[in-house]
């Protein structure tokens, strides 16, 4: 791992909370994330479940969390199983995590080998009544790829069918929605590379670069910083691209006169940033650009006011609605006459802004949650409007992280440049 030691603490802390959501005689099990094939012998990079770091802070594949607060055996209360290492693996793969670094990492002192697993598990399964396994229940997922944890559920039910079963994630939700002081100060981290990055960027910027070019001082940015890379594919979106809302092909040459939305975030030991910026090539806006900048400004503003501890999910969107309903009108976008004839299931303010203000954000840039539940100190949003117009071959977007505290919030990117006035005096001061 690139990133330096977050401290065991964390971790047990955040195993002492699920042990408290636990019925009596429950137990928890959490799966590594498989190595996922590329082609031939080849292999993707490995990148730890969210649920198992977040218990555990082990960063290692083949790896297996066990709680059980109620068993007979202290020692037993919680176990980590990982991969055994042996001369060939460490030659060929390298350093592998030993029994005592993996206490120290975790804070748990029980350490088995995977291979144990089996064992160790037939004999707790003969004392507890329920089993809460895991699995990928974010309401964005789409899961065609059979996972580690999908393979254990079937395996478990089919051999122990008389045990009561139970799902993990709705548990792990309601705990990774609120983030702790320790959480905070990683996503801070990470957002502080991501402002490193957009900073070195300013001075980069010009027309006729490339898209790749800027996505390539980008990546260097970050791992020189200590981040593993981006938080998720980087948007380099120049010109008419910025009207597509995941553009990641990022291959166009950048044009005088075009505006480049940039959306990237830097992760740091697991945890993600979430940045977007929208800058002129020649480090000038005209006067259209700007005045549809300041108009996506005015309503991100807003909206960030807005996130506030007892605020709800659908409340807060449809007011943010009818502010940026307000500001296309005001764009010459949308005819005021017409707007007050809308059907409102269908409100004429999404041709142009067609995507939510906010999302989670924690260990996934969209991260677990309830939109039902209100909104808490702890909670960590994105906050990204955007007003895109193909015809006019413009996207403006603008996006900040945002903290919920109990005296309102705190903007984790506030150092970081968004004024049209600032960012256009950085890139003429190279």
Known sequence: MKYLPIGKELFTGNRQNLAKLLPPNAMAILHSNDIMPTNADGTMGFRQSSDLFYLS????????????????????????????????????????????????????PTIYWTHQFEQVLHGLLTECEFVYLNS??????????????????????????????KRLSPLMHQLRAIKSEKEIELIQQACNITEKAFRRLLTFVKPGVTEF???????????????????????????????????????????????????????????????????????????????????VLRVMREATSMLVTGNIWDEYHKEVGKIMESELIGLGLLDAAEVRKQDPERPLYKKYFMHGTSHFLGLDVHDVGNKYRRFEPGMVFTC?????????????????????????????????????????QLMNSR
Request: overall charge negative.
């Open 57 to 108: 802070g082990i960063d290692q594949e083949e790896s297996i969390l066990l709680i059980f607060p109620d068993t007979h055996e202290p020692k037993h209360r919680e176990i980590l199983f990982l991969r055994e290492t042996n001369e060939h693996i460490a030659i060929w793969e390298g350093h592998k995590y030993t029994k005592d670094e993996a206490r120290e990492t975790s804070g748990i």
């Open 136 to 165: 990928n229940e974010h309401t964005r997922a789409v899961v065609e790829v059979e996972t580690r944890e999908a393979r254990f559920v079937k395996w478990c039910k089919d051999k122990y069918p008389l045990h009561t079963y």
């Open 213 to 295: 070019e800027i996505e390539a001082e980008l990546y260097h940015e970050f791992l020189r910083n200590r981040s593993r890379g981006p938080a998720y594919a980087p948007i380099i979106a120049s010109g008419a691209n910025a009207c597509v809302l995941h553009y990641i092909d990022n291959n166009k040459v950048c044009k005088d006169g075009e505006v480049i939305l940039l959306d990237v975030g830097a992760e740091y030991a697991n945890y993600a940033a979430d940045m977007t910026r929208s800058i002129p090539v020649n480090g000038w806006f005209t006067g259209r650009q700007k005045q549809v900048y300041d108009a």
């Open 384 to 424: 990204e409007p955007g007003i895109y117009i193909p015809e006019e071959g413009l996207g403006i977007r603008l996006e900040n992280n945002i903290l919920i505290t109990k005296n309102g919030n705190i903007d984790l990117m506030k150092n970081i440049p968004i004024e049209a006035e600032e960012i256009e």
